[in-house]
T-cell receptor, first 111, second 112 residues
Framework: RKEVEQDPGPFNVPEGATVAFNCTYS??????FFWYRQDCRKEPKLLMS???SGNEDGRFTAQLNRASQYISLLIRDSKLSDSATYLC????????????FGDGTTLTVKP | EPEVTQTPSHQVTQMGQEVILRCVPI?????FYWYRQILGQKVEFLVS????????KSEIFDDQFSVERPDGSNFTLKIRSTKLEDSAMYFC??????????FGAGSRLTVL
């Protein structure tokens, strides 16, 4: 079983759509969780951290379910500029340590 | 906004040659990393570095790889004898300790 597993995608949605990505992780001791965004041939950039209470940043909402070892990302009112690969990232520590990346889910938003 | 700087952006080398990839992490960060991404594949952890020593490394980071922080600002990755399968994008990252990684733009290595 992969350490971090994401929806395979790709997701092709029209502008304005709501889209949700799912991620599961195998290490129950994992402590910190993130969504990163990666544009084609560029570096990953932090989109948002994910907390057990859930967190929202504008059109983006992230949820964590520790019991199910499941993380989600919801994008509302998607824009053309949201087209990218979304990476689920899990870390076993609360402080700095090795981060494990999922394979990524590619989103294309079409006009 | 502070950034992680990597050089070169692209290097082409012959199999068996040594390669050094350079990184300047964000100045007040304490933890430094190298990750790699083979084209079309996921981002993979290579090594983490803290307090002038390796704190963790992956199975990929074998004896052909080494890291160094020679002068308090640069952080280098050396591949001693490159193989075809070393062709990838190599990302340097740093963090202050809160686990949020800031990545450099990457160094694309092509081994012929």
């Amino acid at each position: 079983r992969k350490e971090v597993e994401q929806d395979p995608g790709p997701f092709n949605v029209p502008e304005g759509a709501t889209v949700a990505f799912n991620c599961t992780y195998s290490n129950s001791a994992s402590q910190s969780f993130f969504w990163y965004r990666q544009d084609c041939r560029k570096e990953p950039k932090l989109l948002m951290s994910v907390y057990s209470s859930g967190n929202e940043d504008g059109r983006f909402t992230a949820q964590l379910n520790r019991a199910s070892q499941y993380i989600s990302l919801l994008i509302r009112d998607s824009k053309l500029s949201d087209s990218a690969t979304y990476l689920c990232v899990v870390n076993p520590w609360t402080n700095a340590g090795k981060s494990t990346f999922g394979d990524g889910t590619t989103l294309t938003v079409k006009p | 906004e502070p950034e992680v700087t990597q050089t070169p952006s692209h290097q082409v080398t012959q199999m068996g040659q040594e390669v050094i990839l350079r990184c300047v992490p964000i100045s007040n960060h304490l933890y430094f990393y190298w990750y790699r991404q083979i084209l079309g594949q996921k981002v993979e952890f290579l090594v983490s570095f803290y307090n002038n020593e390796i704190s963790e490394k992956s199975e990929i980071f074998d004896d052909q790889f080494s890291v160094e922080r020679p002068d308090g600002s640069n952080f280098t990755l050396k591949i001693r004898s490159t193989k075809l399968e070393d062709s990838a994008m190599y990302f340097c990252a740093s963090t202050s300790g809160a686990n949020v990684l800031t990545f450099g733009a990457g160094s694309r290595l092509t081994v012929l």
